[in-house]
């Protein structure tokens, strides 16, 4: 089955209304620099001096962070790093995924969630900020 894509606005709803949890795979830097706020951060990529390269530890860390029927918005910075990651997730048990189109700082065709002035912060809530949930793992 696709995965269900997702407006910024219907991301925050369901965020609001249904207890989703924002789910942000872009890497550490990118994280650091503003996300929607509240979200947890598990890179499905690190960046490095050569570029992007996968993290070898992402579905161990999201599994060990979330139960498989864990209600999940997954973002990044465009849509798709997410898109990949929510197709990931629910080949591996994952139930109630969806992925945010447009992520972060949107796309030549939508605009993301901080371009519509959805709320943001640069600190993550204890517990969020991926050193702490690779800890966990």
């Not at 996968?54 to 798709?80: E, S, T």
């Not at 997730?89 to 447009?102: N, P, Y």
């Amino acid at each position: 089955m696709p995965v269900k894509r997702i407006s910024p606005a219907e991301a925050r709803e369901l965020i609001d209304k249904e207890g989703y949890a924002y789910l942000d795979v872009r890497s550490v830097p990118e994280f650091e620099a503003g996300h929607p706020s509240g979200a947890f951060n598990v890179p499905l990529m690190h960046m490095g001096p050569g570029g992007m390269s996968p993290n070898p530890d992402f579905m161990a860390v999201v599994q060990k962070a979330f139960p498989a029927d864990a209600k999940l918005v997954v973002g990044c910075k465009g849509g798709g790093r997410s898109l990949r990651a929510a197709e990931m997730l629910q080949s591996a048990g994952f139930t109630k995924i969806v992925d945010q189109r447009a992520g972060f700082e949107g796309s030549p065709a939508e605009a993301g969630w901080r371009p519509r002035g959805l709320p943001t912060s640069t600190e993550a809530k204890p517990g969020h900020a991926y050193e702490s949930l690779q800890a966990k793992a």
